[in-house]
């Protein structure tokens, strides 16, 4: 008898606290139908303002001849209870309102009451910036756009809910659109009469330069130069000359005759060759809120002398 009696208490227990559950669950439902829809059950039971995307810092990571790539350094910050799991964040890019590319991050995910840390790179090819402007030489800064959001699919009570979350920003860049020249050059053989007869004198000015219009300044250089294939000569400056818009690096160096051989011997009397340069060096862009950039280079071309 008191077996059965305290299996009915059981069954009432049971059928009380499912009863709950079912008034909890259609007061949760009825909360989200009166705020109209628009939040999800958790922005509903918890924090109405959300997950937020922040921006703690922007740089240009990374600059060619043929792009740049741009480093947003992202966080997520999520103030629910529960973790938002895996999920990418899907975005719009435009340059001054016209859409340039779309962008897809690696996949997010954050703990519950809890700040994840995360990359947004775009790499931006200098022709299809150039593309937007009709006169690129114009251009001093341009603004980049970042529109889109993260669905996160959360469940809570068994029920799901998607939370998603928008990133809007706008940022200004210098517009940097870079070339390398070779300028001024000066091969000279030995001169028979002079102390230095047992050397290869070469001078030439390398110019950095921008097509765009923002100011920028050059904080040390690295170079390496062939001479139709041949390693000719490598060094580095800590400083640069201004004219105008243009950084130059002034090179004035002799090498041995008997280092330069025969290869250089006979380039001095065939009075030209082709040539590659290759080199980087730190950037600047006075006035803009940027830490130095990283300038690598990659030229070719023909030179006479």
Same mark, same amino acid.
């Given at each position: 008898m008191k077996s059965a009696i305290r299996t009915d208490r059981s069954r009432a227990h049971f059928g009380r606290s499912r009863y709950r559950r079912l008034l909890q669950t259609a007061a949760m439902l009825l909360m989200i139908f009166y705020m109209g829809g628009s939040c999800s059950l958790l922005q509903a039971l918890f924090d109405p303002s959300g997950p937020k995307f922040r921006i703690a810092g922007i740089s240009i990571e990374d600059i060619s001849l043929d792009g740049l790539v741009i480093k947003l350094d992202a966080e997520l910050d =999520?103030?629910?209870p529960v973790g938002l799991p895996q999920s990418t964040l899907n975005l719009v890019v435009d340059v001054n309102q016209n859409e340039l590319t779309k962008i897809n991050t690696d996949p997010?995910?954050? +703990?519950? =009451?809890?700040?994840?840390?995360?990359?947004? +790179? #775009?790499? #931006?090819?200098? /022709? +299809?910036?150039?593309a937007l402007f009709q006169n690129i030489s114009t251009v001093k800064d341009y603004t980049l756009g970042f529109? *889109?959001?993260?669905d996160f699919d959360v469940k809570l009570a068994s029920i799901p809910s998607k939370v998603s979350v928008p990133l809007h920003l706008q940022q200004k860049v210098p517009a940097f659109v870079?070339?390398? !020249?070779v300028a =001024?050059?000066?091969?000279? @053989?030995?001169? #028979? #009469?002079?102390?230095?007869?047992? /050397?290869?004198?070469a001078a030439f000015d390398l110019k950095i330069k921008n097509e765009a219009a923002a100011e920028f300044l050059v904080k040390g250089l690295n170079y390496s130069m062939e001479l139709s294939g041949n390693s000719f000569l490598? *060094? !580095?400056?800590? !400083?640069?000359r201004k004219e105008g818009d243009v950084s130059v690096v002034r090179v004035d160096s002799k090498l041995p005759l008997l280092g330069a @051989? +025969?290869?250089f011997l006979s380039l001095f009397r065939a009075g030209g060759s082709s040539y590659r340069i290759t080199g980087n060096s730190d950037l600047e862009f006075p006035g803009a809120e940027l830490a130095s950039s990283d300038? @690598?280079?990659?030229?070719? *071309?023909?030179?006479?002398?």
């Open positions: =999520n103030p629910y997010i995910t954050v +703990r519950a =009451n809890s700040t994840a840390h995360f990359p947004i +790179r #775009l790499d #931006l090819q200098f /022709s +299809r910036l150039k529109n *889109g959001a993260a870079p070339d390398v !020249e =001024n050059f000066d091969f000279s @053989g030995p001169d #028979l #009469l002079s102390a230095d007869a047992a /050397s290869l004198a490598s *060094g !580095e400056s800590v !400083e640069t @051989g +025969r290869a300038f @690598g280079f990659d030229k070719k *071309g023909n030179l006479t002398w």
